[in-house]
């Protein structure tokens, strides 16, 4: 298929696109490098410098694109409460206007990049695909927005859309001939700020609360290994429907504490990772886990890489050469 992937200078982006064109398909990146990094962006795919709101011009009607697999966004919760507008503009105005040039180019398939934090606080564990949606913050409430509009669309024009809802993303893609990973700045994600503690570029690691209803009292979260999430994004263009939008919670089903991640981390990298408790965050739900089971069944997808060590040792394996 011809693709054109947005956001494939960034982390996610920049994995799939890897697995896209060994798997044979064409590739086109289209990046305005807002927070993603020219060499991140795999060198046999065509790179096209721009912002999604000016998609029309590479997604022309005789381009003959497959699928738009649509990862362009910005991803900070804690940033999208003191910028709500921001937020707005670049998720959701700019992903409309990316749907209008597909509509005009006659794209006929969309994937798109969607979030855990949609669901905002569960009601019943683990979440399913049906649990209410109620997100807590601006960044869910953008990115639910975007589902809603590619609903729509599916209805009214016949897309075949597919939105797969990610839960924590970690790890790297770790090959003999590649690795691609993680490289947010500021970095706002738990197991990379684990790993500059461990590489000595903070003194300590902050854990917020340790008095949740949870084993050891620290909040638990789904943790997907990066690798495994671009699979899915292989198996979903291949599950699209004309007509149909359907949506897959992509998480191990596994929950793991922070103080389990600090563990591991210890582990893997050897460091002490001195942690202090700090007092809870405003709207940190304790436990957040993923039912994944309507991907398992549908699309056939079993994660490969789903423990913390195997998560961890890859991003350590990233961060050590071309991080730190
Ligand atoms: N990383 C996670 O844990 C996680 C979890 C759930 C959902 N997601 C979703 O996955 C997607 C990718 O996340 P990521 O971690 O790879 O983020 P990232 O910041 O590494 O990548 C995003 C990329 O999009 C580009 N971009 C941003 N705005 C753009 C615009 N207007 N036009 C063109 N390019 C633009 C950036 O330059 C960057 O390369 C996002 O949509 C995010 O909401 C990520």
Redesign the pocket.
């Known amino acids: 298929m011809k693709l054109l992937v ?9 994995v799939t696109s890897r697995l896209l064109l060994d798997a044979g398909h064409e590739v086109v990146v ?8 020219r060499e ?1 962006v795999a060198p046999d795919a065509t790179f096209v410098q ?4 000016d998609a029309g011009r590479v997604l022309t009607p005789d381009a003959g694109f497959d699928a738009v697999l ?6 900070a919760a804690g940033e999208s409460m003191a910028k709500p507008e921001l937020y707005w503009h ?2 959701v105005v ?1 992903s409309l206007a990316l749907l209008d040039a597909v509509r005009a180019a006659k794209v006929p398939r969309v994937i ?6 949609v669901y905002g606080n569960p009601v019943e564990l683990p979440i399913t695909e049906a649990a209410v949606k109620a997100p807590t913050s601006t ?1 869910g409430s953008t ?1 639910l927005t975007f589902d809603l509009a590619l609903t729509s669309e599916t209805f009214a024009h016949g897309l075949a859309a597919v939105s797969l ?6 790890g790297a893609y770790i090959t003999d001939e590649y690795e691609i990973g ?3 700045d500021p970095e706002t ?1 738990l197991i990379p700020i684990t790993l500059q503690a461990a590489a000595g570029k903070r003194d300590k690691l902050q854990l917020f609360g340790d008095d949740y209803p949870t084993a050891d009292g620290t909040c638990v979260r789904d943790y997907i290994h ?1 690798e495994d999430l671009a699979r899915a994004h292989l198996l979903a263009l291949d599950a699209t429907v004309a007509g149909e939008h359907r949506i897959y919670n992509l998480g191990n089903g596994n929950g793991f504490s922070n103080r389990q991640v600090v563990e591991a981390a210890r582990e893997v990298t050897g460091a002490a990772i001195p942690v202090e408790i700090a007092p809870r965050r405003d709207g940190d739900p304790a436990t957040l886990v993923a039912s994944s089971d309507r991907a398992r069944a549908e699309l056939g997808w079993t994660p490969q890489k789903n423990t913390l060590q195997a998560m961890i040792g890859d991003a350590w394996t990233f961060y050590q050469k071309h991080v730190a």
Do not use: C, M, Q
Not at 165 to 170: G, K, L, P, Q, S
């Open positions: 947005t956001g494939g200078a960034g982390y996610v982006g920049s289209l990046d305005n490098l807002r927070t993603g990094f991140a721009a912002d999604i709101a649509h990862f362009a966004g910005l991803i670049e998720n700019k798109f990049s969607s979030t855990a934090a960044y990115k809802r990610y839960f924590n993303v970690a993680e490289r947010h994600h990066v």
